[in-house]
C-alpha cells in the first residue's frame, strides 16, 4: 500500500456554539478598533520590480498546528512553482506567513497587521472556520479579498460580505449531498431501509448531517435514532448500545476523529455493524484513522472530501510530485492540496484580471470558474462555493474516489464487511 500522511484530529470546519457567539463578540470588538489600510491600486501589477506579497497567518503552534502545517507546505509549494514560471504579473511573489497559534485574537491582531502596516499586496486564508470567521471579517473591512482553504460551516457566509470566497467545492450543509445522491442512484432493494444519526455538537459536522437526514427521509429512509453529542464526548457505549437496539442499515455520523474511531470501536464490543456507515471528517485522517479502527474495519466505509492524490485536474500530477519530493515520499494531506487550490484560485483572478485591484478580483470570481486540483470552483454572492464534494470509500487498505463519475479512480463501490 501507498505511504499514507497522518493527518491531525482537528475538524475542518468548526467550533462549539458557544464559541461561535464568543468569537464574533470578540471580533466585532478588536474589529472596531482596527485601522483600515490602503486597499493596493489597480495599477499595482505594472512597473515595479518588487515582489507581489500575500499575507497569510497560519495556526503553525496550538490545536491547529499539525492542519496548519499542511496547509503552509501546500501554500509554499504553489508560490515555488508560480515563482519558476515567471510569477504574477511578471514580478515574483513572497509569501508573508505568520502564526496566530491556533487563536482567534491572535489571528485579527495577525491579519491586521498584515494589511496596515506590512501593506500586503493579497491575502490568502488561514484554517478551519474558528480562524477564519473573525479573519475574514478584517479581510472585508479593509476592502481586501479573501480567499480561504478550509472552514465551510454555514455561519461564514450569512454576513454579507462579497469578498470571501471558499476554495473548496461546497458547505457543510452540501457536503452529503453526493452520498444521497449514490443511495438514489441504488435499486430500490438495495437502498437502506432505516438510517441512525449521531453528530457531534459541531456547527460543521452538524449541517452535514442534519442535512442528510433530511434528504434520505424525503426518499424513503426511515430515521430510527438521532442524538447530538458534546464535542468531548470519550464514551460512546451508551450511544452504541441505543443504535445496536435500532438496527439501522445505515449509520451516519457527524465524527471529527476520535469520535468517530470510538463509536466504531464501542459499535465492535457490542458486535453490531451496520450495512453501511458515513462519518464526515474522521476517514479522511488516513493511517491513523486505520489505525484506530482496524484497517480490516475500514472496507466499505464512506466520506466525503475535497482531493483526491489521483486526481486528473490541472498541475495536480506536479503538486503530488513536488509534495513527494520533499518531503519523504509523503501523500499530501487534504489540507495541503486544498491551500494549493485557494493559492491557484487568487492566481486565476489576478491573471485574469491583470492588476491587485482588490474590487475588480472579487467581482472576476463571482463570474467566473476557476479550475484547481480539487477540480472547477465557482461561487455564489455569498462566497460559498457551488460545486459537490468527491464520495470517496475505503477499499482494500486505501481510499477509493466512487463518485461523481467524472472524478471516480474506480468504477467499485465495495459492500461494507462486517467488524473483523
Avoid at 464568543?22 to 472596531?32: F, G
Avoid at 500586503?120 to 480561504?148: C, I, Q, R, W
Avoid at 445496536?244 to 458486535?271: C, H, M, T, W, Y
Amino acid at each position: 500500500m501507498a505511504k499514507q500522511h497522518k493527518p491531525g484530529h482537528v475538524a475542518r470546519g468548526g467550533w462549539s456554539r458557544s464559541t461561535v457567539r464568543a468569537v464574533a463578540a470578540s471580533a466585532a470588538v478588536l474589529l472596531s478598533v482596527a485601522a483600515c489600510g490602503t486597499k493596493p491600486s489597480e495599477e499595482a501589477g505594472s512597473g515595479s520590480d518588487d515582489p507581489i506579497v500575500i499575507g497569510i497567518s497560519l495556526p503553525l503552534t496550538g490545536d491547529f498546528s499539525q492542519p496548519g502545517g499542511e496547509a503552509r507546505k501546500g501554500y509554499e509549494i504553489w508560490v515555488d512553482q508560480i515563482n519558476a514560471d515567471g510569477g504574477l504579473l511578471g514580478r515574483q511573489v513572497e509569501l508573508k506567513i505568520t502564526d496566530d497559534a491556533s487563536n482567534q485574537d491572535t489571528v485579527v491582531t495577525d491579519y491586521t497587521k498584515l494589511i496596515t502596516q506590512d501593506n500586503v499586496d493579497l491575502l490568502l486564508g488561514t484554517f478551519s472556520t474558528l480562524l477564519n470567521f473573525p479573519a475574514s471579517a478584517v479581510a472585508e473591512k479593509n476592502g481586501m479579498l479573501y480567499v480561504e482553504p478550509a472552514g465551510g460551516a454555514p455561519k461564514m457566509f450569512d454576513r454579507g460580505f462579497d469578498k470571501l470566497f471558499f476554495a473548496q467545492q461546497a458547505t457543510a450543509e452540501h457536503q452529503p449531498d453526493v452520498f444521497v445522491d449514490y443511495i438514489e442512484s441504488l435499486p430500490e432493494n438495495e437502498r437502506p431501509k432505516t438510517a441512525a444519526y449521531p453528530t457531534q455538537d459541531d456547527p460543521f459536522t452538524t449541517p452535514v448531517i442534519e442535512s442528510m437526514q433530511k434528504q434520505l427521509e424525503a426518499l424513503g429512509v426511515e430515521t430510527v435514532y438521532t442524538t447530538t453529542y458534546p464535542a468531548d464526548a470519550t464514551n460512546f457505549q451508551t450511544i452504541a448500545s441505543a443504535i445496536a437496539a435500532a438496527k439501522p442499515d445505515l449509520i451516519a455520523q457527524g465524527a471529527v476523529f476520535e469520535d468517530g474511531v470510538g463509536l466504531v470501536r464501542s459499535l465492535q464490543q457490542l458486535n453490531y455493524s451496520p450495512k453501511m456507515l458515513f462519518q464526515t471528517s474522521a476517514p479522511s485522517n488516513a493511517a491513523q484513522y486505520s489505525d484506530g479502527i482496524g484497517v480490516a474495519n475500514t472496507e466499505g466505509v464512506f466520506y466525503t472530501v475535497s482531493w483526491n492524490e489521483k486526481a486528473n485536474t490541472p498541475k495536480n500530477e506536479e503538486f503530488v510530485a513536488e509534495y513527494a519530493k520533499r518531503f519523504d515520499g509523503g501523500i499530501p494531506a487534504e489540507d495541503a492540496a486544498d491551500a494549493y487550490a485557494a493559492a491557484q484560485v487568487v492566481q486565476a483572478a489576478v491573471e485574469a484580471v491583470g492588476s491587485l485591484d482588490q474590487d475588480r478580483l472579487a467581482d472576476w470570481l463571482h463570474a467566473n470558474e476557476v479550475e484547481t486540483i480539487l477540480g472547477p470552483l465557482a461561487w455564489d454572492e455569498t462566497g460559498a462555493p457551488t460545486s459537490d464534494f468527491l464520495l470517496a470509500q475505503w477499499q482494500n487498505g486505501a481510499v477509493e474516489i466512487v463518485a461523481p463519475a467524472d472524478a471516480a479512480t474506480t468504477d467499485t463501490v465495495v459492500a461494507k464487511t462486517p467488524w473483523q
